[in-house]
């Protein structure tokens, strides 16, 4: 198949979403959690989850085009903080289902049977039942004229998971806490690891 920018705009709208969202491979399933200035609890699922550096330690995510509501920018816009918490694979029809347009006044929360959880220096509401959950405060809001998107730029300021998780240098095993890979829209999948490899440096083999 090979497919041009005419096929690609003039496919029907539903099967090109689809279909590009599919292109970029595997990404984290994360729910974020925000709240409203006036105490209202909302969980969003994204798959935009970008590692942007580890000092300080950024992350960012894309906000959608404003075609609808958008209830998570405007509550990072409010407060200034937002949690990101990986979902795995006992929560995936939850965390799925976060995707529907729920109405302002309805909690996510409530709406699909996930537990808030507050630490004591974030106002943003944590999902109890993620393994992996980070505490973020807002950095930067980067408008993208392209397609009116805007890239949520946050530091993460706290981090819970489970300790034995955590290797001696440092390394997280996502796959031994059971967190999920989404492609598309609605498509998540279990990993299973094929390698972990040095540090790479010219004139070195892999293998060594």
Not at 2 to 26: A, E, K
Not at 43 to 50: G, N
Not at 52 to 65: F, I, M, Q, Y
Not at 74 to 79: D, M, Q
Request: some cysteine.
């Amino acid at each position: 198949m090979t497919l041009t920018s005419f096929d690609l705009d003039t496919m029907p709208r539903r099967y090109r979403t689809n279909f590009v969202n599919t292109l970029s491979g595997y990404k984290s399933a994360n729910l974020v959690g925000t709240r409203s200035s006036d105490g209202r609890e909302n969980l969003a699922l994204f798959s935009s989850a970008v590692h942007l550096g580890a000092d300080p330690a950024l992350l960012a995510l894309v906000s959608r085009p404003p075609v609808s509501d958008r209830h998570t920018l405007e509550n990072i816009e409010a407060t200034g903080c937002f949690t990101v918490n990986q979902v795995h694979a006992d929560m995936v029809a939850a965390a799925h289902q976060c995707s529907a347009r729920y109405a302002r006044d309805v909690s996510e929360f409530d709406a699909v049977g996930l537990t808030p959880w507050y630490s004591d220096t974030l106002q943003a509401p944590y999902v109890a039942e993620s393994r992996l959950r980070l505490g973020l405060v807002l950095r930067e809001l980067v408008p993208v004229a392209l397609n009116d998107t805007v890239i949520i730029i946050g530091e993460i300021t706290e981090v819970f998971t489970d300790a034995e998780k955590v290797g001696e240098d440092g390394y997280v095993d996502i796959e031994g806490l059971e967190a999920v890979a989404v492609s598309g829209l609605d498509s998540y999948h279990r990993t299973q690891r094929v390698a972990r490899l040095p540090y790479a440096k010219p004139g070195q083999s892999v293998q060594d």
